[in-house]
């Protein structure tokens, strides 16, 4: 019975852990060297965003984190009790990360990791309406500045490593877990993206798989068959173009951290985001594109009759990381999402999406 005892728990440990590939969630260690070295090489568009990145208030060594022990945020995040913070210090962590690989200066990992810190012993709770697309869009920020700390500085001890873990497991997955599919797209795109770097980061293939399968094919707004349609329509294309882009950015995310794990969610159900970029892209550019009333996985129509013109002028960070994919790594054309891009370039800074866009994804190695 020992002997049976011990063969199940032995296949039940192999069968929740993986070896991933390190550094590897938004960026390889490829990728990475390649923006070091565009940085040295004083090429554009790396300078400009590089200059872009050391100006921001976000890569100023006399900030401090503001972790809180309660984050609460309701619907439209009204209220906001702590949810900026969150943001904005995980975009401080991944900006400290991305200066101490490109210089080497160990006062940049060490500030990362003080804001890693902070949240990992102050965090108890997040609560309240918004809190699974508070963690889906702050985690993947913490979650990359650590893994690029993890796996290139030696510094960071291994009992703050471990609260840093024990925060991720405790106090995040657990909110997560289990996804919101009947909320618009961008929830479940939100929490699948970092759901899929929690696996990696833990080298949890169970929370990675179920992050990815979920994506891929599970019965939610957020998954790549049902936020696109085959011509490219997105589920809150009706709602406005912010929720949108937004959908898109995490959609994105996802793709390229799966795909830095061997697994192709940017090809899926032929090329379906690629769509969902290009007819969004062609909207906002102030073309016309075909629409009909969506129809959610359950059934429900919603946004009404006609594509909403609602920040249609309005462009954030999220183009780069597919072109540099479909274009890049696919050579397939991308013209929209290039326009989109030379509007962008070098982009605005905003909360809800992953910074540096421009510095981390233009061109390819």
């Not at 899929?196 to 992050?211: T, V």
């Not at 950015?249 to 090329?271: H, I, K, M, R």
Request: a positive charge; proline letters at 3%; aromatic letters at 16%.
């Amino acid at each position: 019975m020992r002997g049976i005892c011990f063969i199940l728990t032995v296949c039940f440990t192999l069968s929740v852990s993986a070896q991933f590939v390190h550094p590897g969630i938004l960026h390889t260690k490829a990728d990475l060297d390649f923006f070091k070295a565009k940085i040295q090489s004083g090429k554009e568009p790396w300078k400009s965003a590089w200059q872009q990145l050391q100006n921001s208030d976000l890569a100023q060594l006399s900030i401090k984190p503001k972790a809180i022990s309660h984050i609460s945020c309701g619907s439209y995040n009204l209220p906001d009790n702590g949810g900026t913070e969150f943001y904005n210090d995980g975009n401080i962590a991944y900006t400290m990360a991305l200066q101490w690989y490109a210089t080497g200066n160990k006062k940049y990992v060490e500030k990362a990791i003080e804001f890693l810190n902070a949240w990992s012993y102050t965090l108890d709770s997040v609560t309240n309406h918004n809190k699974q697309l508070k963690i889906g869009v702050a985690g993947v920020k913490y979650l990359n500045a650590a893994e690029i700390i993890k796996h290139t500085y030696n510094g960071w001890k291994k009992k703050d490593q471990q609260a840093f873990e024990k925060m991720i497991l405790g106090k995040w997955y657990p909110v997560i877990e289990n996804f919101v599919p009947k909320y618009n797209g961008n929830w479940d795109a939100a929490i699948g993206q970092t759901m899929l770097c929690i696996g990696i980061f833990l080298d949890r293939q169970d929370i990675f798989d179920r992050a990815y399968n979920h994506l891929l094919k599970g019965e939610t707004n957020g998954a790549i068959n049902w936020y696109f349609s085959e011509t490219g329509q997105c589920q809150e294309s009706g709602r406005d173009q912010h929720h949108t882009q937004m959908g898109l950015s995490y959609l994105a995310n996802a793709c390229e951290v799966a795909w830095n794990q061997g697994y192709d969610l940017y090809g899926a159900y032929n090329n379906r985001l690629a769509k969902g970029y290009e007819y969004t892209c062609k909207y906002m550019s102030g073309e016309d594109v075909p629409y009909v009333p969506y129809v959610t996985f359950y059934g429900r129509t919603v946004f009404g009759t006609e594509i909403s013109a609602d920040s249609r002028r309005t462009f954030f960070p999220i183009y780069e990381i597919a072109y540099r994919h479909y274009h890049g790594r696919k050579g397939m054309e991308m013209p929209y999402t290039w326009k989109s891009i030379t509007k962008t370039r070098n982009e605005t800074i905003s909360g809800g999406f992953m910074p540096w866009a421009t510095l981390m994804f233009a061109g390819y190695p």
